[in-house]
Each structure stands twice: as structure tokens, then as C-alpha cells.
């Protein structure tokens, strides 16, 4: 079996940034175990642990992507997901037009057949920076999500099929193949 899923990726000059952004409004950042962006990237399709020897259709089925066009994108805020009322994870929304919404909804498709249920919740588009492990104080919570920073704009062109090994030191990512978008 092996852990997949496929993502959109941020070019590395926009994650420096956003990063630096991370650290300002965290004020204390070396407190934290922030994501490395090696690690940082769009999830569109969680594939789960599939069959190994699906592998080789996975990797022609999302061929597909290369007729998509390349799409701008940005980054503006920064928000927390909570679990029983505890901020767990600490992320930055991405914004575009509807070109998420449509490789979102074909991959969703496309993965059926292989076994894949789709996603039932709605898409949100968004970097995962930083998983809290140990209680925030509300005055942490509130400098972030008050933080404003200049909008950080991109061009998204590259979707790739990761592979993700977990350990104990935590997940492992190897890109197995990048789709250029037009």
C-alpha cells in the first residue's frame, strides 16, 4: 500500500514570505514547530493508502490536468481550524477564481473508479503552516488572526501526485510526478 494524495504547489518565493508573515504575527515563532515549505502545498484529492499497483494508472489518469490553464492566485489572511473549541491548526486561506472548484470536482470523478470515495465536505483552499500541539493563549490567536499583510499573489502551474510516508518525526513528502498546467 502506499499514502497519496495530489497538490497544488506554491512556488518557493510566496511561502518564504508567507512564512516571514507566520513569524511576525506569531511574535514568539521559535516556541512553534512550524510546517517547512517543503511541506507546504494546496491539497486537492486526499487519495489515502491505495493498492500499490494502481499506481502506474494513477500516474496516466492525471494526465489530464495538463489541459487546464495556469490560474492566478492569492494569499491574504491568516485562520485557525478547531477541534472541541482548541485551535489545532493554523493556516492561510488561497483565493481564485473557480479553477480549484472544476480539478477539484474532476479528480473527485475520475478517483471513483479506482475505489476513491469523493470528498463530502465543501473544498476549502488553504496551507496548512503550523499543527498546535500545546495550548495557545487567546492573545496568540487574536495577534494572528489580526495580523494583515500584503496580499501575496501567484501564478498556480504545477499540480503534483506526493507520496506521504508517516513516522514518527511525522510525514515524509516525494513528489512522484509534477503536471505542468498550460
Known amino acids: ?29 521559535l516556541r512553534f514547530k512550524w510546517e517547512t515549505k517543503n511541506k507546504i502545498h494546496l491539497t486537492l ?45 493554523l493556516w492561510a486561506d488561497v483565493n481564485s477564481d473557480h479553477s480549484f472548484v472544476q480539478i477539484v470536482d474532476e479528480l473527485n470523478e475520475r478517483f471513483e473508479k479506482f475505489g476513491i470515495e469523493k470528498e463530502r465536505r465543501k473544498f476549502r483552499a488553504h496551507l496548512t503552516l503550523l499543527r498546535i500541539k500545546k495550548d495557545v493563549s487567546e492573545k496568540f490567536i487574536q495577534r494572528i488572526k489580526s495580523h494583515q499583510f500584503n496580499e501575496l499573489r501567484f501564478i498556480a502551474s504545477k499540480v503534483s501526485l506526493i507520496q506521504s510516508e508517516l513516522s514518527k518525526q511525522g510525514a515524509t513528502y516525494t513528489d512522484l510526478k509534477t503536471y505542468e498546467l498550460k
Open 45 to 89: 484529492k486526499f487519495l489515502g493508502e491505495v493498492e500499490d499497483e494502481y499506481l502506474v494508472q494513477i500516474l496516466s489518469e492525471l494526465d489530464f490536468l495538463t489541459n487546464y490553464s495556469s490560474f492566478n492566485c492569492s494569499i491574504s489572511r491568516f485562520g485557525f481550524f478547531f477541534k472541541n473549541q482548541l485551535p489545532k491548526i
Open 1 to 29: 500500500m502506499i499514502r497519496l494524495f495530489v497538490a497544488l504547489k506554491i512556488p518557493n518565493d510566496v511561502l518564504s514570505k508567507l512564512l516571514e508573515e507566520c513569524y511576525i504575527a506569531a511574535e514568539k515563532p
